[in-house]
């Protein structure tokens, strides 16, 4: 198990487009992952999980993997984050 911290800073949060890309960029990762916020965690390849967690500009979450690419799925998703999804814009 692989984990990070890191605070969405883009203007929505992770709503509708944003959470799209952070989808579609977890999918691509063979490992299990999930976010987390507060106590809920969901799984990070589903739309309606990372959704329902309704997370806003601001608010710090958790992404955890557990699998061959552990690593690299939560660095690359970090990475998408912290660049406020500039690869889907």
């Not at 916020?37 to 959704?51: H, I």
Request: glycine content about 6%; hydrophobic content about 40%; cysteine-free.
């Amino acid at each position: 198990m692989f984990s990070k911290e890191v605070t969405v800073q883009n203007q929505v949060g992770l709503h509708a487009r944003p959470a799209t890309f952070f989808i579609q960029k977890a999918n691509e990762f063979k490992s299990s992952i999930w976010v987390s916020k507060d106590e809920r965690k969901v799984n990070a390849k589903s739309l309606l999980g990372v959704l329902s967690l309704g997370i806003t500009r601001g608010t710090s979450i958790t992404i955890m993997a557990d699998g061959a690419d552990q690593e690299e799925a939560v660095e690359k998703l970090v990475e998408l984050v912290s660049s406020n999804f500039a690869e889907g814009q």
